[in-house]
């Protein structure tokens, strides 16, 4: 089917209309030039028995073969990028991989009570956001590094309300009334860097494998700016080479280099804790007269399992997260389903 069929059909489905407009990018590429590592992942809440705050999110994710697996190519952006940026840390050094990781995400944050359609000004207001990155990374087995740019929009044109009802009506949920009071419409961008590294890993071949992993991430953009940091283990067999995502937020791409390079099958559990500094946040500076009152610290924890078999992964991870509000003392809770394939 073709793009322009595709966006047709985005204005008359029941289907969010971004996921049309991914799909139709992807239909206008090659095969040959979409080898490398696809991701789709998904955030609700409904999976903890829980609906406010952080309610839902997506993203989709495509990660380009590593440059030095073609290094002559004529149209290697990856390489391109690793040469152009070799200046900053932790890009460019000999023995390391470096790819591109692009990815289209979206967010939906709401009040306890979706039932009314009264602005709640002592809850959380309605929110929607939806952007895209593009992140170079670098790594070998006991490190990644990683920087990115993001621009997106925050708002109606978000597309958030749209999505909430459908997976609402998917789910058999109670259909969200107050998307007209959300907040925006603003323009959004920014830059990200990450670093994670493995304090150390048992061998293959010897039964059960532990690992652990440390990270450390800082955002700065007009939607969000925050610096955070965690630690996470993992016990399994045959383990692969990515490194988790617990503490990197909403649906990262950091799992996603080495993520599908044990070959045969395997399984792993893993757990991890983290922080974050938040010195900004759009939902504090434009949410009056709402009395959202961001925290500037907040403490997250988080436990999960994976399976994999030859170029495919699934894992299921569930969070929770001290309020991000100072004025309203609940945790936050959600789950993230994801799956990861090479092609």
């Known amino acids: 089917m073709t793009g322009p069929k595709l966006m047709k059909m985005a204005r008359s489905a029941p289907y969010p209309g971004w996921m049309y407009a991914v799909v139709a990018c992807l239909a206008g590429v090659a095969p040959d030039a979409m080898a490398g590592t696809f991701n789709i992942s998904w955030d609700n809440d409904l999976l903890t028995a829980s609906d406010k705050g ?22 290697c952006l990856a390489a391109h990028a690793r040469d152009g940026l070799d200046w900053l840390p932790g890009i460019g050094a ?21 039932e009314s359609s009264e602005p709640q000004y002592d809850d959380i207001p309605y929110a929607g956001y939806l952007d895209g990155s593009l992140t170079l990374w670098s790594w070998n087995d006991d490190w990644i590094t990683g920087y990115g740019l993001i ?20 789910t058999g949920s109670t259909e969200p009334q107050g998307w007209d009071n959300q907040i925006g419409q ?17 061998p293959a071949g010897e039964g059960l494998q532990n690992e652990v992993s440390w990270g ?20 399994g067999e045959n383990l692969p080479r990515d490194f988790v995502p617990l503490t990197s937020g909403a649906s990262s791409t950091l799992a996603l280099p080495g993520s599908t390079d044990a070959p045969g099958m395997g399984w792993s559990v893993f757990a991890g804790v983290g922080g974050q500094w938040v010195p900004y946040s759009y939902m504090d500076h434009h949410a009056d007269p709402y009395t959202y009152d961001q ?14 078999w030859n170029g495919f992964q699934a894992t299921l991870i569930l969070r929770g997260t001290s309020s991000p509000d100072k004025t309203n003392k609940d945790e936050l809770t959600f789950g993230t389903l994801a799956a990861t394939w090479s092609w």
């Open 94 to 114: 000999a023995g390391d991989q470096h790819a591109l990781a692009f990815s289209l995400r979206q967010l939906m944050f709401t009040p306890e009570n979706i």
């Open 295 to 308: 925290n500037p610290f907040i403490w997250q924890a988080g436990v999960g399992a994976g399976w994999h």
């Open 151 to 170: 621009v997106g929009v925050v708002g109606p044109d978000s597309g958030a309300r749209r999505t909430q009802e459908w997976v609402h009506k998917l």
């Open 186 to 202: 603003d323009a959004v961008g920014g830059l990200e860097a990450y670093h994670a590294r493995r304090f150390f890993r048992t």
């Open 216 to 235: 450390a991430g800082v955002t700065a953009s007009n939607f969000i700016t925050n610096a955070q940091t965690g630690l996470v283990w993992r016990l």
């Open 54 to 75: 952080y309610t839902n999110g997506g993203r989709l994710s495509y990660l380009t073969d590593a440059a030095e697996v073609d290094d002559d190519c004529s149209v």
